[in-house]
């Protein structure tokens, strides 16, 4: 169990939940009665999509994470799991992710599979490798998940509430990426 927590990162799970209530909340329009279950499969789907998205990142950089002092004890860089057991867990997490979020909302769904691009395509084999301003555009799918939640409600995404949620985190992913980049920089 320890090992399947590891590898979908539940600590940081929690922090996109939180993001996505948040989002979810601040889109909720009062004149509607309020759903639990509308929550509960938001909430579920925003689950695993994540965990996945984060699962495939270590699929993706397993080689990497064994050289680095800060991710060597991940599951699949220590060979506690396989990769291709990481990448079934993951396919089948972002995928049933997708389709709970589009039982709800077309929209966030559409959105965590760009999450999904923009972090383990985009952000893992493009940004991070050669841009040294990586953290500025990888802080976009960071940030979206507020903006997943926002639209379970609201299509229109682009509307001033939803802009700032998006903004206040994506404006926070910097400094906290540098301070980890700072504090590890040997890695």
Do not use: C
Request: aromatic share 18%; no cysteine; proline share 3%.
């Amino acid at each position: 169990m320890k090992a399947f927590l590891d590898l979908t990162k539940f600590g940081i799970v929690i922090f996109v939940l939180l993001s996505g209530i948040a989002g979810y909340m601040i889109g909720f329009e009062i004149e509607k009665t309020f759903d639990w279950h509308n929550l509960f499969t938001f909430v579920f789907g925003l689950y695993l999509i994540s965990s996945g998205s984060l699962a495939l990142n270590q699929v993706q950089e397993y080689k990497t994470d064994a050289l680095m002092k800060r991710t060597l004890k991940r599951p699949i860089a220590t060979g506690r799991m396989k990769p291709l057991t990481g990448l079934m867990i993951a396919s089948i997490f972002i995928f049933g992710g997708a389709a709970q979020l589009a039982t709800i909302s077309w929209v966030s769904a559409a959105l965590g599979l760009l999450t999904v691009i923009l972090y383990n395509g985009f952000y893992t084999y493009w940004w991070k490798r050669k841009w040294i301003y990586a953290a500025i555009p990888g802080a976009i799918p960071g940030a979206l998940p507020v903006t997943m939640g926002y639209a379970v409600h609201n299509r229109e995404i682009f509307q001033t509430e939803s802009l700032f949620l998006f903004l206040i985190l994506f404006l926070w992913q910097m400094p906290h990426f540098w301070a980890l980049a700072i504090k590890y920089r040997d890695d």
